[in-house]
């Protein structure tokens, strides 16, 4: 791999100059639709892909790299339908223009999925096009001609022109509306396993992330906000500040009720932010986690005024005296995403325009959003997106962005704005705390014959999924939802909705499971079963795909088979993001007395599998993310304040916790790719959870588990 070959300020300017080839806007959702042909250098046949006349390939990766690989993935489906190889590729950062590339955000697990067919057709009419290119200068019929290795074969008589020699011919002609995309089965890079591209970079710690921006004049700027939700700014007094060595202003932006304080680096603006004397009053209700809990209590013990489903009668089978009632109450703290690169971003406002640069998982809500608090036109505004440190659902807020334009656009001068660990953990858009309350009713013939969930969550948060399993596998089911208005700031966490349902629906299943004394895995399976053949109420979910991952994870795990001494299982599965997830933990009681998990097998059906490497880490950072905030994480308030300041409080899986191996198996598919960022978290609370309970006895309802000694 040609890593950054050339940067993205030399493509522009060497495409400018030479006339910009055949230049084409490509909107993913749409074919390509060519402009007037103009002779140049550089072949640029769609937005995705140039070449110049030295045969040097650049591939563009239009959606935010937050640490999901797709800034290798999608250049691989490029040089797959290019037919190039991958170590004579560049790939660069796509700027932001959505008329090119439609959506460029990061979020839903949806990059690889909703461009996969585009990216192809955009690689494959490359590939076309060198190939008519060749044909006619050879004069051959462009049916003997192929690509290989970027370069076009004459086959009658092993002729070859590089694809360098051929740009310049390939640029002016007309681009095909209909091309022919490869046969999966001639794949050489698709399902292979490549390095992330940047790897090298980050273990030698070049500059790829907004934290690293350094520009000339710029300033450092740290950030003074309300201490707890409900709180404004009411005054203050920066006296002390501008006596610390090198503080060189103070700003307040009363729109986002912050002072802003501004150093020659990134250490004097804390302190000159530290000896900042600022009053703050109360505007709103401070609330507290106990009140939130006692709220829920509240709100569960009554139905909503409107199901979110409700298939057949669940009040009669819940009551009917001959049925056995089983009954439980989950709960799921708010948790923050704690990104391991705190929040930050550059901004340059001067002469009614904006230069920004920082991480984002929507850069144009961004762009828009600092347009209408500057009040400049979105066409004077340029956004840069560098590699993020963690995304996780954080940076689909755009408030960082804005926040550093306001602050630059008060103060006259470029700046960067970063929050301290502490900011990150009191001023976060949470994942919402929720609770959930189960009741099912078991048949005289041990059956299910209703499932009741009533569930509340915060604001912002969405309770439950009604029509995810086991909805239509169980003829009696109704959903409940209640939202409890807050203050707090709430928005979406890794796998939203997913990630605490999962816990409370395959937990409650195990329970269930153990009450039948069925084994949990053929329980599931009776489900999908009668789910397949429901005629009404169906599920959001293929039964078929459901069954592939429970079957895999279960052969891989040798589920049901004799374990080594105080060794326990548990399972759990989930559909989430168009992907399928099936987990087997095994729990070990240790010699101290404690419980460990030392193992994590995972099966996920995906669709076809892009990069083999990258899908694994994807999984196994999703698997070692969702068991962190399983066993440790949470976030709790006393009077609108969190509790938890830095990750001393807020804790998380360390190295001796984490298990010892986790073992990743996919379903092979021949499918277009689905969501992998986020599916692969959901079920590993729960499959630990039902190991606790295998080993113990003990069940566990609320999050974080925080075990001791068993």
């Known amino acids: 791999m040609i890593e950054q070959a050339v940067s993205r300020r030399h493509f522009l300017k060497v495409t400018s100059i030479a006339g910009g080839g055949l230049v084409l806007g490509f909107n993913m959702l749409t074919n390509a639709q060519p402009v007037k042909p103009v ?41 797959e339908e290019l037919e190039v190889p991958w170590d004579k590729v560049a790939v660069e950062m796509a700027p932001l223009d959505q008329s090119k590339y439609g959506s460029q955000n990061a979020g839903g697990s949806g990059a690889v999925r909703t461009r996969y067919m585009p990216i192809r057709t955009a690689g494959a009419t490359a590939r076309q096009m060198l190939i008519t290119a060749a044909a006619q200068q050879w004069g051959a019929n462009e049916a003997d001609c192929y690509a290989e290795n970027a370069f076009v074969m004459h086959k009658p008589t092993g002729k070859k022109l590089s694809y360098g020699d051929l740009a310049a011919k390939a640029a002016l002609l007309p681009v095909p509306t209909d ?58 007094d920066d006296t002390e500040t501008r006596k610390v060595a090198g503080v060189k202003n103070v700003v307040s932006v009363p729109s986002r009720n912050l002072v802003a304080v501004l150093a020659t680096s990134t250490w004097a603006a804390k302190k000159g932010r530290d000896a900042l004397k600022v009053e703050w009053e109360d505007k709103s209700k401070l609330e507290s986690t106990t009140e939130h809990t006692a709220s829920f209590t509240e709100l569960l013990s009554n139905k909503s005024d409107k199901p979110a489903r409700n298939d057949g009668d669940v009040d009669a089978a819940l009551t009917n005296t001959a049925n056995k009632l089983v009954e439980a109450v989950y709960e799921t703290p708010v948790l923050s995403h704690a990104n391991m690169e705190p929040l930050n971003f550059f901004a340059d406002v001067r002469d009614g325009k904006v230069e920004l640069y920082g991480p984002t998982q929507v850069p144009a809500n961004l762009r828009g959003d600092v347009s209408k608090a500057l009040n400049i036109p979105q066409e004077n505004i340029t956004l840069g997106m560098p590699r993020q440190g963690g995304g996780f659902g954080r940076k689909l807020k755009t408030d960082n962005g804005v926040e550093a334009a306001l602050i630059s656009q008060a103060a006259k001068v470029p700046v960067q704005m970063l929050w301290m660990r502490e900011d990150d953990m009191q001023g976060d858009f949470y994942r919402p705390s929720s609770m959930f309350k189960y009741r099912a009713a078991i048949s005289p013939a041990n059956e299910i014959v209703a499932w009741h969930i009533n569930a509340a969550v915060l604001s912002g948060g969405r309770a439950s999924n009604a029509n995810g399993f086991p909805a239509s596998g169980i003829a009696n089911y109704r959903v409940d939802n209640h939202s409890l208005p807050t203050n707090i700031q709430t928005g979406p966490w890794r796998a939203p909705t997913s990630n605490s349902v999962a816990f409370a629906d395959e937990s409650f299943l195990d329970e269930i499971a153990h009450q039948m004394k069925k084994d949990p895995v053929t329980l599931r399976l009776e489900i999908l079963d009668k789910a397949k053949n429901q005629p009404t109420g169906k599920g959001d979910y293929d039964v078929a795909k459901y069954k592939s991952v429970i079957d895999l994870v279960t052969q891989m795990s040798g589920w049901g088979k004799k374990k080594a001494p105080n060794v326990y299982q548990g399972i759990a ?49 999703a698997i070692i993310d969702g068991l962190s905030h399983a066993l440790f994480s949470k976030v709790t308030f006393d009077k609108g304040a969190v509790e938890q300041t830095n990750f001393h409080t807020y804790k998380f899986l ?57």
């Open 39 to 79: 002779a140049g250098a550089v072949f640029s046949p769609n937005a995705y892909i140039s070449i110049d006349a030295n045969g040097l390939i650049t591939l563009m990766s239009p959606n935010p790299e937050i640490g999901q690989g797709v800034k290798t993935a999608l250049p691989m489906i490029l040089a």
């Open 179 to 236: 091309v022919k995309l490869k046969d999966p089965k001639d794949f050489k890079i698709i399902g292979t396993r490549v390095h992330n591209i940047d790897n090298h970079k980050i273990i030698t710690g070049q500059p790829l992330y907004g934290i690293d921006t350094r520009r000339e004049g710029m300033l450092f700027a740290s950030v003074a906000k309300p201490p707890a939700f409900g709180k404004a700014l009411k005054s203050f």
């Open 573 to 621: 599965a989930h559909f989430s993001f168009s992907t399928y997830a099936a987990h087997v933990a095994e729990v070990t009681k240790m010699k101290d007395g404690t419980l460990r998990v030392t193992k994590v097998y995972s099966a996920i059906n995906c669709g076809r599998v892009v990069n083999q490497s990258g899908a694994e880490t994807q999984v196994e950072g």
């Open 654 to 710: 360390r190295m001796k916790d984490a298990p010892i191996e986790v073992i990743v198996k996919f379903v092979p598919s021949e499918d277009p790719p689905t969501g992998l960022g986020e599916p692969g978290l959901p079920p590993i609370a729960p499959a630990v959870g039902n190991a606790i309970f295998a080993a113990t006895g003990v069940r566990y309802r609320k999050l974080p588990f925080e075990l001791g000694k068993v």
